[in-house]
């Protein structure tokens, strides 16, 4: 099954065009690959994707946040039976992908493309990044 632009908007407002090619280039070609060769289901999580910056600032944010799209975006993946899957889903990400920054939370992987060098963090629940090592 291949995804579609519209599981990447948490909003329900229309997704502009710039933000739906990158959607489509950075985020869902990479990992239709991974979708594919793995043979379980993968998703954007339900407030990940696309959220347009007066969300944000809706929220309580400061609309700086990666998923805005300013650049590449940001999406927050998870999968089936993320618990069992999750180290294997993680090798997939960093081996075939570009993403420069990953982040692993209890329920989903955090992919964006801030910075140069490619990053790898867990989180806790508070959204409190660990620099882990770089990938």
Same mark, same amino acid.
């Given at each position: ?14 997704? *502009? ?7 489509? @280039?950075?985020?869902?070609? *990479? ?40 650049? @590449? ?17 993680? @090798? ?40 882990? @090592?770089?990938?």
């Amino acid at each position: 099954m291949n995804f579609t632009i519209s599981e990447f908007c948490i909003s329900r407002l229309a997704i *502009p065009q710039a933000v739906a090619d990158k959607i489509l @280039k950075y985020h869902i070609v *990479p990992m239709q690959t991974i979708r594919t060769k793995r043979g379980i289901k993968i998703w954007a999580s339900a407030h990940s994707g696309y959220r347009p910056r007066l969300h944000e600032l809706r929220m309580g944010r400061d609309g700086l946040s990666e998923h805005v799209f300013r650049n @590449k975006g940001a999406v927050d993946w998870t999968c089936q039976n993320f618990s069992e899957n999750n180290e294997l889903f993680l @090798k997939d990400i960093i081996n075939y992908t570009d993403y420069t920054r990953i982040a692993v939370y209890d329920t989903f992987i955090h992919c964006d493309y801030k910075g140069t060098e490619r990053k790898l963090f867990s989180s806790d629940s508070n959204s409190n990044w660990t620099f882990i @090592k770089l990938i």
